[in-house]
């Protein structure tokens, strides 16, 4: 009986140990996961892993963690925008990385040839180094290095604009020409520019001494427009002048644009003025303001606007040691003269006319232009360059835009100075 009773504590722990044991195994998920040793993730997902013990084979419960593609941090922009269409084929056009450089980049025409170009020293941007062509394509290929050491690919297209036409334009004087000290320069064009402010900014002159002068917008002889320039006086003897048009690739409008790039140098001959005072019946020739030579003439004899020699600052520009001369209203038609001398396009020449010699020093007797002998025509034929400046004074008929081309003198500075583009 004893030994009994000793027994009893022993079977009761066995049987709580049982409860307990039963009583684990409903146990909450909190406790479930510390039996199965739970573990979460850096990426903060949780991941349960077996037991200790478990048998093999028992899966297990695992959340799925997703990995990012990293963006590289190169951008790419380009001036104008890659796929840009009608742009001028003299426009800048550059490629620029941000927060990288460029790797590698070429630019090339239709037939696969590189155009030129340079990179930055910082290897950041590319530049274009040469006018494009008119109505071509062109493709930008090449590979953008990032800060952050991953790539990004340079593609795209420019495409210039493609002209209905291309407008003419001519330089006068031309390069190496000796001229008078009146001499206009005329940039002269094949239509008329829509925008005149814009073309007069890719023209410019360089004058050797500096010179005092203005650009005018003026219509010449056929509805031909130029960009006249002039110098407030006459040009200083022995003057070096350069000339650039850079109109390739601008807009003239209507469709037209400048078919190419035109300079032009040239140089200011010995200083000669004609002073013919049509009163004085004399035609003066001076030097540096000295006077060379003084020729009796015989000036138009003034009865009508027709007749009458225009006062004012005419422009030798063009010469004919045989001119043939008509003039229908009044009776003759192609008189041949010698040694001609053009001052304007109205019709007025310095010339021989032996039929007026006995008026020639004492009558004006002509139909407006000067007359001289044979022998002192050919040789103020001989002593004129284009551009000499014919002063003719006396009669109460001005010199103006209607008699022809060279009336760049006629106009006075105050009223020229307003005729550029610029002030359009």
């Not at 479930?32 to 478990?54: F, I, L, M, N």
């Not at 062509?133 to 800060?147: P, R, V």
């Not at 036409?165 to 009146?182: L, Q, Y």
Request: with cysteine.
């Amino acid at each position: 009986m004893r030994a009994s009773h000793r027994l009893y504590p022993i079977a009761a722990l066995l049987a709580a140990l049982t409860v307990l044991a039963s009583c684990s195994s409903t146990s909450n998920a909190a406790s479930d996961s510390a039996a199965a040793g739970t573990t979460r993730s850096a990426a903060g997902s949780q991941v349960t892993v077996p037991a200790a013990g478990s048998p093999s084979g028992v899966s297990t419960t695992t959340s799925t963690t997703t990995s990012t593609t990293p963006v590289p941090v190169a951008s790419v922009s380009a001036s104008p925008a890659l796929g840009s269409t009608d742009i001028s084929p003299t426009s800048p056009l550059t490629i620029t990385v941000d927060r990288g450089t460029i790797k590698d980049f070429a630019l090339t025409n239709a037939e696969g040839k590189s155009v030129q170009g340079a990179l930055s020293a910082d290897d950041t941007s590319w530049a274009l180094g040469e006018v494009l062509g008119y109505g071509k394509t062109y493709t930008a290929t090449g590979t953008a290095l990032g800060t952050d050491g991953l790539t990004v690919p340079i593609t795209g297209t420019f495409s210039t604009v493609d002209p209905a036409d291309t407008a003419r334009t001519t330089i006068a004087p031309g390069d190496g020409a000796v001229v008078g000290v009146a001499a206009p320069v005329e940039v002269l064009f094949g239509v008329e520019p829509a925008d005149r402010a814009a073309i007069e900014k890719v023209v410019d002159i360089k004058t050797t001494p500096a010179v005092e002068g203005a650009w005018a917008w003026i219509e010449h002889d056929g509805g031909t427009w130029g960009l006249d320039y002039r110098p407030k006086a006459y040009w200083p003897a022995g003057t070096v002048i350069h000339v650039d048009a850079n109109v390739y690739g601008v807009d003239f409008g209507n469709g037209y644009w400048g078919k190419e790039d035109l300079t032009s140098d040239f140089t200011i001959g010995r200083n000669q003025v004609v002073i013919a005072d049509v009163n004085s019946h004399e035609l003066v020739v001076q030097r540096d303001g000295v006077t060379v030579a003084s020729y009796p003439a015989s000036y138009g004899k003034g009865e009508n606007a027709d007749l009458t020699t225009r006062s004012g600052i005419h422009v030798v520009s063009d010469f004919f040691e045989t001119k043939s001369m008509s003039n229908p209203k009044y009776g003759y038609q192609n008189v041949l003269e010698k040694w001609a001398v053009r001052i304007s396009d109205n019709g007025e020449f310095i010339h021989a006319n032996p039929n007026s010699t006995s008026a020639q020093g004492n009558t004006n007797v002509t139909h407006g232009c000067v007359n001289l002998s044979i022998d002192n025509a050919q040789a103020y034929y001989h002593s004129a360059i284009w551009g000499d400046p014919v002063e003719v004074t006396g009669t109460d008929v001005a010199l103006s835009a209607e008699d022809g081309d060279i009336f760049d003198w006629a106009v006075p500075w105050a009223y020229w100075v307003t005729l550029s583009g610029k002030n359009a």
